[in-house]
């Protein structure tokens, strides 16, 4: 006699159970220690093994050789009740015996002994459909069961079983059993049953399971009713579900925007009979994995074979894992609809479109980096102060503060001192002048790469300002608030560079400017310290030599036309950041005006391009 697939296979023994490994060891230590409980409620979706496990579990307790997580299957019990032909084991389908009196004839039986058995079994099914009345008849029975009688509820709406029956009974959450450990089992049967199937179509009907081994066996059975033993195309066409292909094919297409191929596939799909929201939902899936595989979590994606997985690599290059994420957002939303519209085609011509339309977007730390500059931006807003800001920064301080150390440079003691020196030994004259030298020629040097870095910056400076005016010619210069605010909005990156150089840069500069001065302070101090030390000697004669022609050394016009330079470096340097700094003000200033004189949208208008700017680059960097 002919017996579908999901009653031959049904599990006999705990070890014959697949996917819910927990639970099994849990009943299997239970029944070996025996210490059974008195109820238990199994809960879990469809054809997961509730009542598979709740018949192995009756057979362990009764089994005369028992109790036995692993029941003889010879002895009396065992046999009558693989048969069974048990009286004592009593199944009782919830949905269809809801009422009082059910469970008043359920109470009145309940006192008899067990007749054949060592326990009374009671099976309940659906257990969550009882009425409320069955509820409080059965509840009376779970607070005094008698010696002999075990219950076992299942259920696959927990939620409405009621506290007090779930509180005297020990709860069993089954799983959906993942699409590889059903296709595994698929497998097996198919080798068992001699039916040749490829793996592709094993894994398309464990896919299309959503964890129930039951509904897996039931479709199996559907597809070898239709193409017999030896299946081989694409059994996705009889279920009503679209072929993998060509959920890949399509998907390649809207990653590459290519709008007329995409909206073939799905007239075709349409044309097929396919059902529309089964596609829809398979595409989600199939753009999941292919994020999945993206964030290398590859492990996780159980519903397709390794070598299926391998082959999503190219397509996951294409797009980045936001866009993604928003694709499949628009599919679910799409699934969430699909019941409220009256021409499913029509709708998923239109998803198609949005899909393709998704914009790019970058990833979430740039996109967290650029909204931290533009709320950095707003703090330093004050639209009147920035300029002010930035002359206090480069007027004053730095400039002042150089040639006063210049100056005390000139007024230093060495003079004074030098008169004093005593100069017993060539040693020490040479170490000073040497000193002297040292010290002038870094101050030269560091002056003169001061002073090319400054140029530099000057160079940047006239180079942006020389785009800004390309910009605004090309803009079309006059015009409404928009075309006068555009080239700022096109140098939104500049422009979050420029704040940062108010903050930042300044206050570098003045650190380095003045780090340099302290330096070359300390350099004549050493020579200074060299004199006054020298001055102590007794040789007065040749130290009297040596003064005069150290005083003729610093006398000398060219000692003099060093330190005339070294101000005028200074003030050079200082004259160049402030106009710098001045320029890098207005600029900042005529920006803000412009945007402040634009109309109310121009901040949002400005947002928007920057992100377009940021969106591009970013493109660019996946191309690349
Ligand atoms: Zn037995």
Redesign the pocket.
């Known amino acids: 006699m002919y017996q579908v697939l999901a009653r031959k296979y049904r599990p006999k023994t705990f070890d014959e159970v697949i996917g819910q490994d927990d639970i099994v060891k849990t009943l299997k230590n239970a029944v070996d220690s025996d210490r059974i409980a008195h109820a238990y409620i199994f809960s879990g979706t469809r054809g997961v093994g509730k009542t598979s496990i709740a018949r192995i579990l009756a057979?362990s307790i009764?089994?005369?050789?028992?109790p036995?997580s692993n029941?003889?299957?010879?002895?009396?019990?065992?046999?009558e009740m693989l048969n069974g032909n048990s009286v004592d084991i009593i199944e009782i389908d919830g949905a269809s015996n809801t009422g009082v009196d059910d469970i008043r004839e359920l109470k009145e039986n309940i006192m008899y002994s067990p007749q054949s058995l060592k326990y009374k079994i009671y099976i309940i099914d659906e257990v969550h459909m009882l009425s409320k009345n069955a509820f409080n008849a059965l509840l009376k029975t779970l607070e005094e069961p008698p010696e002999h009688v075990k219950f076992i509820f299942a259920t696959t709406e927990i939620y409405k079983v009621p506290e007090t029956i779930l509180s005297r009974c020990q709860r069993f959450t089954f799983k959906r059993i993942a699409p590889s450990v059903v296709y595994l089992k698929l497998k097996e049967i198919a080798g068992e049953e001699k039916i040749e199937i490829s793996d592709e179509n094993l894994m398309t009907i464990a896919s299309l399971s959503d964890g129930s081994l039951r509904d897996a066996l039931s479709t199996f059975d559907t597809v070898i009713s239709y193409y017999g033993k030896e299946i081989k195309e694409d059994v996705g066409a009889i279920l009503g579900i679209t072929g993998k292909d060509t959920v890949k094919k399509i998907t390649e297409y809207i990653f590459k925007k290519d709008y007329e191929s995409s909206i073939k596939v799905i007239n075709d799909i349409y044309i097929a009979g396919t059902d529309i929201r089964q596609f829809i939902r398979q595409l989600a899936f199939f753009l999941r994995n292919i994020l999945v595989l993206k964030l290398n979590y590859k492990s996780i994606i159980s519903d397709m074979l390794e070598a299926d997985v391998n082959s999503l690599i190219p397509l996951a290059e294409l797009k980045g894992e936001a866009e993604i994420l928003d694709m499949i957002d628009i599919l679910l939303e799409a699934d969430g609809r699909y019941q409220r519209v009256t021409s499913p085609l029509l709708m998923m011509e239109l998803v198609i479109f949005r899909l393709i339309g998704t914009p790019s977007k970058m990833e979430i730390k740039a996109i967290l980096e650029k909204l931290d500059n533009i709320d950095k931006l707003e703090k330093i807003d004050s639209i009147n102060n920035l300029p002010n800001l930035e002359r206090k920064y480069s007027s004053g301080n730095i400039g002042a503060d150089s040639i006063n150390n210049i100056n005390n440079i000139n007024n230093s003691n060495n003079k004074n001192n030098i008169n004093n020196i005593s100069a017993n030994n060539q040693i020490s004259k040479s170490s000073i002048e040497e000193n002297n030298i040292n010290t002038k020629d870094a101050a030269t040097n560091s002056i003169k790469d001061k002073d090319k870095s400054t140029d530099k910056d000057t160079e940047k400076n006239i180079d942006k300002n020389k785009e800004k005016e390309k910009i605004l010619n090309n803009s079309g210069g006059i015009g409404g608030n928009a075309a006068v605010s555009n080239p700022i909005l096109a140098d939104g990156e500049d422009f979050l560079d420029h704040i940062d150089s108010i903050t930042n840069k300044n206050e570098n500069k003045k650190t380095v400017y003045k780090q340099d001065l302290i330096k070359k302070n300390a350099g004549l101090n050493d020579s200074k310290n060299i004199i006054n030390s020298n001055s102590n000697s007794d040789n007065n004669d040749i130290g009297d030599d040596y003064t005069a022609d150290y005083e003729e050394y610093i006398n000398t016009d060219k000692r003099n036309d060093y330190n005339s330079k070294l101000i005028n470096n200074v003030s050079n340097i200082d004259n160049k950041i402030i106009n710098a700094n001045a320029d890098k003000a207005y600029i900042a200033e005529d920006k803000l005006n412009n945007n402040k004189g634009g109309n109310s949208n121009n901040d949002g208008a400005m947002i928007r391009n920057l992100f377009e700017e940021i969106f591009d680059g970013f493109i660019e960097d996946i191309k690349d």
């Open positions: 057979r009764n089994c005369e050789k028992g036995a029941p003889c299957g010879v002895c009396h019990a065992c046999v």
